[in-house]
């Protein structure tokens, strides 16, 4: 079971750091993503990490977020800096267990097979 935290209301310009932890297993055996839902729309990819720290990230966010491992404590971070309306949605962390290789990571849905519980981010004025 993946936990995700960090959420809450922002305004625009602003920033949040989310994390994803687990005390069931050792994330660093698996890809991880970062997935985001809004009101009325699919679920889309937003940053991944592979166990070897590769990293991939929607053109939406490129730049402006950043995905990294802390496998000290068993944590993956989602750093979101200059936060728009548009970044407002549920954030889902997942772990992907047949990764690509072993530094790189996929953002499409399908390929994970845990998921947290989601947390809510709220971008407005």
């Known amino acids: 079971q993946l936990q995700a935290s960090g959420g809450g209301l922002v305004q625009p310009g602003g920033s949040l750091r989310l994390s994803c932890s687990t005390s069931?297993?050792?994330?660093?055996?698996?890809?991880i993503a970062w997935f985001r839902q809004a009101p009325g729309k699919e679920r889309e990819g937003v940053s991944c990490?592979?166990?070897?720290?590769?990293?991939r990230n929607a053109d939406s966010v490129r730049g402006r977020f950043t995905i990294s491992r802390d496998n000290a404590k068993n944590t993956v971070y989602l750093q979101m800096n200059s936060l728009e309306p548009e970044d407002t949605g549920v954030y889902y962390c997942?772990?992907?267990?047949?990764?690509?290789?072993?530094?790189?990571?996929?953002?499409?849905?399908?390929?994970?097979?845990?998921w947290g519980q989601g947390t809510l981010v709220t971008v407005s004025s």
């Open positions: 997942a772990a992907d267990s047949n990764p690509p290789s072993l530094r790189w990571c996929r953002l499409y849905d399908v390929a994970y097979d845990y």
């Open positions: 069931e297993s050792t994330l660093d055996y698996y890809s």
């Open positions: 990490t592979g166990r070897l720290s590769g990293t």
